[in-house]
């Protein structure tokens, strides 16, 4: 169970009787507050207490056995038949709505900072203060996961090694053939053949993702260019998996450079840095620090080393040219931030750590683990051993 105390607060220092959500549960912050699993919009109030409401009757039985809310209602309870014939089916809703929030003596609503606009005009025509969260209480809640949620992070990683397993297998059985691509059973070896690999993998894991990242030489230098086509020999292929766990929502978040054949000498120097680089982060990783401290360690190796970054010039299209790690969670890019921007480290931040360099004439480097912060310092969550040569 999430401890909501901080939201709490928030409602108390802003004088506001509740926080809402209207979103279905791929909106994380509904997830998590609901405790509930919806593919249509619902309402979540919160007001020290979790109560659901919900258009229609098809989700009330699952939610009453399945959610955590201490109360479940259907706009069938508040009228809304007669609503609707007197004030027609838009408008109906918030009347409806109103007498949701009037039922627990909610008059004033704080909600997240992308909210429907219409919900909104809607309660204030019924004369409800709705006030936008702008600093967004409960995504910063997620941010500081429980033991419980660690759990789950860490076996959607071990889900993830598997399929990174899969993938690497594939580059190191791969020959090559005369045009210096890779073939695999008599057939080049494509990014999509791969990638293939790793989503039935994954599933086979109980696991899922929508896309996955396998960019080889000039793709690889786009740090989010999906990667198509042959793979080649002597190039680097990024591989960078990011599955969600079907049964718990929560994401995983790894990567590893691949070469198969003879990498050319500035290709190993760059990865040689980047492993530099990632050490130097993670010793920076600790309670206390900021997500500023820890970019910086890895902007310092790649500068020492007369490499760009966006730190040292922020026009730069080459080198070190993303922020070091974000969190991970039910989103697989959440607070915290790893970046010129990044907050203050907590116990229980699940973070990846993911240096790289890029340049089209080279190709991408990068390699990320995925790490929760302790009270002393930090725990790495992964176990897949990095290497270059396969």
């Known amino acids: 169970m999430p401890d909501f105390a901080r939201l709490d607060s928030f409602l108390d220092e802003t004088d506001t009787d509740g926080y809402l959500i209207d979103a279905d549960s791929t909106d994380s912050d509904q997830y998590y507050l609901s405790g509930f699993d919806a593919p249509d919009p619902f309402i979540t109030l919160y007001n020290g207490e979790t109560h659901l409401l919900f258009p229609r009757s098809l989700e009330f039985g699952r939610a009453k056995r399945e959610s955590r809310a201490d109360t479940v209602e ?46 909104a005009d809607g309660l204030r025509s019924r004369g409800v ?50 045009g210096g691509q890779l073939s695999h059973d008599g057939s080049p070896l494509t990014s999509e053949r791969v990638k293939e690999e790793i989503e039935v993998t994954l599933l086979r894991h109980g696991c899922s993702l929508d896309e996955t990242i396998v960019a080889c030489g000039a793709d690889a230098a786009d740090p989010h260019d999906r990667g198509s086509g042959p793979l080649s020999a002597g190039e680097p292929i990024i591989v960078d998996i990011f599955p969600r766990d079907k049964a718990t929502k929560y994401h995983a978040d790894m990567t590893r450079t691949f070469c198969k054949g003879e990498p050319s000498e500035t290709v190993r120097e760059w990865y040689d840095l980047t492993e530099r680089a990632k050490r130097a982060a993670f010793d920076a990783l600790e309670p206390g620090a900021t997500g500023e401290d820890v970019h910086d360690a890895a902007c310092d190796v790649y500068e020492d ?21 974000h969190g991970v969670g039910l989103d697989v890019h959440e607070l915290p931030r790893l970046s010129p921007s990044g907050g203050e480290l907590e116990p229980g931040h699940v973070v990846t750590i993911e240096p790289g360099l890029y340049d089209p004439e080279v190709g991408g480097i990068r390699i990320e683990d995925i790490a929760v912060v302790t009270e002393d310092g930090y725990e790495n969550l992964t176990e897949y051993d990095e290497r270059l040569v396969v």
């Open 74 to 119: 259907r706009y069938v309870d508040f009228d809304h038949a007669n609503l609707v014939e007197e004030h027609g089916p838009e408008a109906s809703v918030s009347y409806v709505l109103d007498r949701f929030l009037d039922a627990y003596d909610v008059d004033s609503i704080a909600v997240p900072p992308r909210f429907p606009l219409r919900t």
């Open 129 to 178: 203060d709705v006030t936008a969260d702008t600093d967004g209480t409960v995504t910063e809640i997620r941010a500081t996961k429980t033991e419980e949620e660690i759990s789950h992070v860490r076996a959607a990683q071990r889900a993830n090694e598997a399929a990174m397993a899969a993938a690497e297998e594939l580059l190191s059985d791969a020959t090559i053939d005369n």
């Open 305 to 325: 080393a007369g490499l760009p970054t966006l730190r040292s010039d922020d026009r730069a299209e080459t080198g070190f040219i993303h922020s070091t790690g």
